[in-house]
């Protein structure tokens, strides 16, 4: 299957600084890209949709000067949280649509561990 | 009209039994229906997918058979393993839309 990467996998920042978080698809382009957040043993809650070139969709209740998403690649999409605070806490997931034969499938990457201190 | 409803919550099953996971959907517009495998720390990985114009796909030990008409999906794990212990999720979207609706889970323990 198609490969989706994430940068960094974990990463500790004070409360009120800016935090990036990088997501590649390594092997195809993603016009498409997605961004989700995951609370312990919880589904995963979608944030945004991401489209290269374009500005990102927000889902209803995200702040998006809080949450920005920049697409400007086909294999790049980057998730900076700024102002980040101890309820940012969180496991944030990006994933990536990749065409295929039959349409497509929706690949996920590893995750990024923010912890705000 | 979006959800997707799975169950059960959580599942024990011994090793060498089969796992049964289920999953429904209200909006009739889906037409892709995969299943991830989530392990603690990590990203969800897709592990077998279906569309509406068959009625059961088989990938080794993990099958999915779907219902159209009683808007009902579910996958199946056959000879289930210690090393299958995960939280699976289905989910459900259009070919042409937004993004996938999840399931809320299931945490599948096999007993060894």
């Known amino acids: 299957g198609a490969v989706v990467s994430q940068h960094p996998s974990r990463v500790i920042c004070k409360s009120g600084t800016s935090v990036k978080i990088e997501c590649r698809s390594l092997?195809?382009?993603?016009?498409?890209m997605f961004w989700y957040r995951q609370f312990p043993k919880q589904s995963l809650m979608l944030m945004a949709t991401s489209n290269e070139g374009s500005k990102a969709t927000y889902e209803q209740g995200v702040e998006k000067d809080k949450f920005l998403i920049n697409h400007a690649s086909l294999t790049l999409s980057t998730l900076t949280v700024t102002s980040a605070h101890p309820e940012d806490s969180s496991f944030y997931i990006c994933s990536a649509r990749a065409q295929n034969r039959d349409g497509y499938e929706q690949y996920f990457g590893p995750g990024t561990r923010l912890t705000v201190t | 009209q979006q959800q997707v409803k799975q169950s059960p919550q959580s599942l024990i099953v011994q090793k060498g039994g089969i796992s049964i996971i289920n999953c429904a959907y209200e909006?009739?517009?889906?037409?892709?229906f995969p299943w991830y495998q989530q392990f603690p720390g990590k990203g969800p990985a897709l592990l077998i997918a279906i569309r509406p114009d068959v009625s059961e796909k088989k990938e080794g030990r993990f099958t999915i058979s779907f219902n159209k008409s009683a808007k009902q999906f579910s996958l199946h794990i056959m000879d289930s393993q210690p090393g299958d212990s995960a939280t699976y999720f289905c989910a459900a979207d259009k070919s042409s839309g937004t993004a996938l609706i999840f399931g809320k889970g299931t945490t599948l323990s096999v007993s060894s």
């Open positions: 092997d195809f382009q993603a016009t498409t």
């Open positions: 909006n009739t517009a889906f037409d892709y």
